[in-house]
């Protein structure tokens, strides 16, 4: 008989846990500007299977990435919950990457909104096979990592 070969078609979302969706949402969608898709309220029973956990509710807001997919927030509710945030080395650790166009424009912007990065500003990638290119890690209200990534300018 033949082998079924199955394959990853593509990316739909990236979920991150949050503590307070407006909280988040002020650093997701008024800082780094992703427009909101959807913004509901789930108790459906499935999810409590899924997930294999006793909550009352999820609150969760998609929001879209340009020419992506989409960053799935969720604020759990009725259950008790804990900060999982950690440093990049830590094991079970995430982070997502974003394309931006102008990384020191953006970066001053969340700065100036009170948002923190590891280092101080963009830093320029000098070695390896994204020579050329600028990178920072920015971190959201519960200490989830955000890199911000500006490709090499074509000169």
Same mark, same amino acid.
């Given at each position: 008989? %033949? ?22 949402? &002020?650093? @997701? ?11 509901? /309220? +789930?108790?459906?029973? $499935? ?9 009352? %509710? /999820?609150?969760? !807001? @998609?929001?879209?990435?340009? +020419?992506?997919?989409?960053? %799935? ?25 974003? @394309? ?6 953006? !970066? ?17 990638? !000098?070695?390896?096979? +994204? ?5 920072? $890690?920015? /971190?959201?209200?519960?200490? $989830?990592? !955000? %890199?911000?990534?500006? &490709?090499?300018?074509?000169?």
């Amino acid at each position: 008989s %033949e082998e079924h070969m199955t394959h990853i078609t593509g990316f739909f979302h990236g979920g991150i846990t949050v503590k307070d969706m407006d909280t988040s949402l &002020k650093f @997701y969608r008024d800082g780094l500007q992703l427009e909101v898709e959807f913004d509901v /309220i +789930n108790r459906a029973d $499935y999810l409590r299977t899924v997930l294999a956990m006793p909550f009352s %509710e /999820i609150r969760i !807001v @998609y929001l879209r990435i340009p +020419n992506s997919g989409f960053v %799935e927030l969720l604020e759990y509710r009725g259950i008790e919950r804990h900060s999982a945030s950690a440093r990049p080395s830590d094991f079970g650790g995430g982070h997502i990457c974003l @394309y931006v166009d102008d990384i020191d424009a953006l !970066v001053a912007r969340m700065h100036s909104l009170g948002y923190l990065s590891r280092s101080e500003k963009a830093v320029d990638i !000098v070695a390896g096979p +994204n020579i050329g290119a600028k990178v920072v $890690y920015l /971190i959201d209200p519960d200490g $989830y990592f !955000v %890199e911000l990534f500006q &490709k090499p300018s074509r000169s």
